[in-house]
């Protein structure tokens, strides 16, 4: 069974450009989440789909952030325009029913 | 609404002693918790996870955890520690049961780093 793809998995660009994050999850999952992961934190939610519903992104900066999630299977995240703060690691993990499989993640650097 | 703390954001052990990495939670619907593991620049690996039935669940590498309902803790150990188990450790739950498995958000602690001393 293939895991979560991301790409890419490193990315650096300069403040107030834009990003863009692309996952595909397990093949047969409803569930796909997106966190972002601060150096030295835990991962934060920042949107979490049910098919192609949103379900929670309460913590998603909706100024600068945005996500969709195409025909219920693929997910881009984007980021325009990026700010400083905003370096950390991006995971997308996806889920059946019970626990949620990760992908390796996009470490963006914002300079 | 669910939350998890870590009780220590740094454990540091000899290679051969207990690992015991602690994990409690709050959670307004019975809870599915979890522990995931983490290297370096790679994603979170599932170590192990409770849903229902037995309180005393078994993952891979040598861990298990138990769930305490009356503690509301969900704490990790291992026997014996091994080099290799050196990483980031990090507890998780989800609800269950309402608007169904798929609405319920899966929130993470902060995390525990497992230094492995030789």
């Known amino acids: 069974e293939a895991g979560v793809a991301q790409s890419p998995r490193y990315k650096i660009i300069e403040k107030r450009q834009s990003v863009a994050f692309w996952c595909n999850p397990i093949s047969g999952h409803a569930t796909l989440y997106w966190y972002q992961q601060i150096l030295g934190q835990g991962p934060k939610l920042l949107i979490q789909?049910?098919?192609?519903?949103?379900?929670?992104d309460s913590q998603l900066p909706k100024d600068r952030f945005s996500a969709e999630r195409l025909k219920g299977v693929d997910s881009t995240l984007k980021i325009q325009p990026a700010k400083l703060e905003d370096s950390a690691v991006y995971l997308c993990?996806?889920?059946?029913?019970?626990?949620?499989?990760f992908g390796q993640g996009t470490r963006l650097t914002v300079v | 609404a669910q939350s998890v703390t870590q009780l220590g954001s740094h454990v540091s052990v000899s290679e051969g002693a207990l690992v015991l990495l602690r994990c409690n939670y709050s959670s307004s619907v019975p809870p599915y918790l979890f522990w995931y593991v983490q290297y370096p620049n790679q994603g979170l690996q599932l170590l192990l996870k409770y849903t229902t039935g037995a309180t005393l669940v078994k993952g891979i590498n040598g861990f298990e955890a138990e769930f305490k309902k009356s503690e509301t803790s969900f704490h990790l150990t291992k026997p014996s520690a091994h080099m290799s188990d050196a990483a980031e450790y990090f507890c998780a739950v989800k609800g269950f049961g309402g608007q169904g498995e798929g609405a319920q958000k899966l929130v993470f602690g902060q995390g525990t780093r497992l230094t492995i001393n030789p």
């Open positions: 993990a996806s889920s059946s029913r019970t626990e949620a499989f």
């Open positions: 789909f049910q098919n192609n519903g949103v379900v929670d």
